[in-house]
């Protein structure tokens, strides 16, 4: 819960922005934040920073200036869902396979064309040099951008 809501104010789109971050944090460190929350940004800072550093040494060290924006004490000081979704779109741009967006909209109407595929397994690891040749012709003759999202 976003520092803000233990204070007893009121839940912003901030404090959701928050949460998102403590998620991402967790995920991508495989620790987890401890409660209560502290009431002051010094304070909350000592909290984080171990968790931010870990993500570093996990290689996590892409997500951490993401994260830490999203993490901040004061709500006014947390990135806008719109950037942290620009964000988040370049940072899955350098990731070897495709977003999930990008690998339903290839694979689902194969599913739907074909019964047996979709008894089979999908994971973009199992078809990895299929899936990306197709998600390479597939992206070049839709077309597909970030305008899609």
């Not at 994260?67 to 350098?94: I, T, W």
């Amino acid at each position: 819960m976003a520092p803000e809501r233990h204070l007893g104010e009121h839940n912003l789109p901030a404090s959701d922005i928050f949460s998102l971050g403590v998620v991402m944090a967790e995920l991508s460190s495989g620790l987890r934040l401890e409660s209560p929350w502290p009431t002051s940004p010094v304070s909350f800072e000592r909290l984080i920073d171990p968790m931010l550093d870990y993500m570093e040494v996990q290689g996590a060290e892409v997500l951490v200036e993401l994260v830490r924006a999203m993490l901040s004490f004061r709500p006014e000081d947390r990135p806008q869902a719109a950037e942290v979704a620009a964000a988040s779109r370049r940072l899955a741009a350098g990731l070897p396979a495709p977003d999930l967006r990008a690998w339903a909209r290839l694979l689902v109407p194969r599913a739907r064309r074909d019964p047996n595929l979709s008894s089979m397994d999908l994971s973009v690891g199992s078809h990895e040099e299929t899936v990306n040749d197709d998600f390479i012709e597939l992206m070049t003759v839709s077309g597909l951008t970030e305008k899609d999202d």
